[in-house]
């Protein structure tokens, strides 16, 4: 595989980098009932107009992406911006987008972009390299408070120099080996000048300016969304199947929480497309003609990230314990269907660089026991162990952002009751979730995290960017995490990652339970929804038959 790559001035005597391997490992979609939603010949040949009514299954939190970090928010944002560049979700490998040509130095410091000709957002105002500057730069203002995802693929970010009327270069303080993919991120998404001189409260407002296929027509904080075709659009994805405008005239995204109502609206035709589709929702959909369209998340699967400054989950023990006393497929196949997986690492198995760590993370509640009992916690009246006068006891906090989590940690509750762990589940809105994480103010934090790039460790495990392990000081983790992002020879970036997700199971850091897998339901009026490299939609070759 190898990358295209520009001559500049920036670059002369750096050898270009590709840092091809890493992405390429194992991103095959796994999918059902539709594939990944491209139009096929029975479909017929795709038409023009219409509206998508879409529903979501949680509101989306802002309009902004680069302050986007919901999938059910991304589903709106990432069809307002390009990126510099796209990822292949069946070879990871990196294609053209706004940018038609790159180099990476040696020493992963520099990036030097070439931009499309011709290009421009929604207001009329053309992308240059100084607007993509400008976008880097109002990232690093917002912060990882506001932008952690899109702060952390910057960290180190020294700032650009526009070396052309189309070339930009990227500076680092340190190698940043992981830049490279993150430029294919909605969180890394252009916007034009306009947008990115606003707050980062304002940016959330649906005012936001892009050059991609559809733009805001109307934006409900927390509500809606309706987007509109944007006309004159014809620098789209190397991996888009048409060249042009978008296909539909507009996208409507309402909220239904309730999956029974999802599904039924799917059914009798109010809606074209749902968000996350049960396993009992499947008969409804298809028999009504409809499908469901499975693909499986990259990046950091569900699982419980413990505080180790507070309660008994301090004892190193306790966090080795709760990964045996999780019966992972019983979760699975109780709440969710063949179509979802067992976690079995740090990583979820389709991320670049994932270790199998399954003889670790397997189900053995007698070692548990045994594990509880030799580190001094034994059974209280209740059942429940104590130790030095405390009760194993702790909080979860989780929000709604996938519609099983409440099933999911309420079975979880049972299955650590039964060796002697008192789980206390404390459901919050998708705000207050943030706010608690920020103010890591909880006991442990149950989530995932999505990206096609075994980087995507350091934005939680790293002490310099989320440190949701609220961990005193840096440690092997880190100097690991830093070595992975110097490295630019894909096996050995691999090894690297493997050790780090090692390092976070041994020290329990992250207690996996299962790889998150989005299920959208789809009426069969609507065809080519598809899914990108890290399993969120896009619509610019969807349409709908008539």
């Known amino acids: ?53 879409y529903g979501l299954s949680v509101a989306p939190t802002c309009s902004d992406p680069v302050q986007g970090q919901t999938n059910q928010t991304i589903y709106v944002t990432r069809q307002i911006v390009d990126s510099l560049l796209d990822q292949d979700p069946d070879s990871g490998e990196l294609r053209p987008w706004l940018a038609d040509q790159w ?78 993919q993150a430029t294919s991120t909605p969180q890394l998404g252009i916007q034009s000048e306009a947008t990115v001189a606003k707050s980062a409260d304002e940016r959330c407002l649906g ?18 969304a309706t987007l509109v075709k944007r006309a004159g659009y014809n620098w789209g994805s190397a991996l888009q199947d048409h060249r042009g405008d978008a296909y ?108 199998d760590l399954s003889a670790r993370v397997k189900y053995d509640a007698a070692a548990s026991k045994q594990l509880l009992d030799q580190a001094g916690w034994v059974p209280g009246g209740d059942g429940i162990r104590v130790k030095d006068g405390q009760r194993l006891s702790f909080g979860v906090v989780f929000a709604p952002v996938f519609a099983a989590n409440q099933a999911i940690l309420e079975l979880a509750q049972q299955q650590l009751r039964a060796v002697g762990v008192e789980l206390k589940l404390e459901p919050v809105s998708v705000a207050e979730w943030t706010t608690r994480q920020n103010n890591k103010d909880f006991d442990s934090n149950y989530g995932n995290l999505s990206r096609a790039d075994g980087d995507i460790l350091r934005n939680s495990f790293s002490f310099e960017q989320r440190n949701l392990n609220v961990r005193a000081a840096a440690d092997q983790i880190d100097v690991l995490l830093a070595q992975q992002l110097s490295t630019t020879d894909a096996a050995a970036r691999s090894k690297i990652l ?49």
């Open 1 to 53: 595989m190898k990358f295209p790559t520009a001559k500049s001035p920036a670059t002369a005597g750096k050898r270009p980098l590709a840092l091809a391997g890493v992405l390429a490992a194992t991103l095959s979609v796994a999918a059902c009932g539709g594939g990944d939603g491209g139009s096929t010949a029975a479909d017929g040949p795709p038409q023009s107009g219409g509206t998508l009514r």
């Open 248 to 355: 539909l005239d507009k996208i409507v995204f309402t909220v239904v929480p309730e999956a029974g109502v999802r599904t039924g609206s799917l059914s009798s035709g109010q809606l074209d497309a749902i968000s996350d589709a049960l396993p009992q929702d499947v008969a409804q959909i298809e028999a009504s003609g409809g499908r469901v369209q499975f693909t499986s998340n990259p990046g950091i699967p569900f699982g419980f990230q413990p505080n180790v400054t507070r309660g008994p989950l301090r004892d190193p023990a306790v966090r080795s314990a709760l990964i045996t006393a999780l019966n992972r497929k019983e979760l699975v196949d109780t709440v969710l269907g063949p179509q979802f997986k067992t976690a079995t690492s740090a990583l979820a198995s389709r991320t670049p660089g994932y270790l």
């Open 207 to 224: 005012s936001n300016i892009g050059t991609g296929p559809f733009t805001y027509a109307e934006y409900k904080q927390n509500a809606s």
């Open 103 to 180: 180099t990476v130095s040696q020493d992963a410091r520099t990036f030097t972009f070439r931009l499309k000709e011709g290009v421009t957002f929604s207001d009329g105002t053309p992308l240059t390299p100084e607007v993509v500057k400008k976008n880097f730069d109002s990232v690093v203002a917002i912060g990882g408070v506001k932008a952690p995802l899109a702060s952390g693929y910057l960290a180190g970010y020294t700032g650009g120099t526009v070396l052309d009327a189309r070339t930009l270069k990227v500076d680092f303080s340190e190698p940043n080996a992981q830049f490279l």
């Open 498 to 546: 493997g050790e780090v997700q090692r390092a976070v199971i041994d020290q329990g850091l992250l207690i996996p339970t299962l790889e998150l897998s989005q299920a959208i339901g789809v009426a069969p009026a609507a065809a080519g929804v598809k899914f990108d490299a890290s399993a969120r939609l896009v619509f610019h070759d969807t349409w709908l038959k008539r």
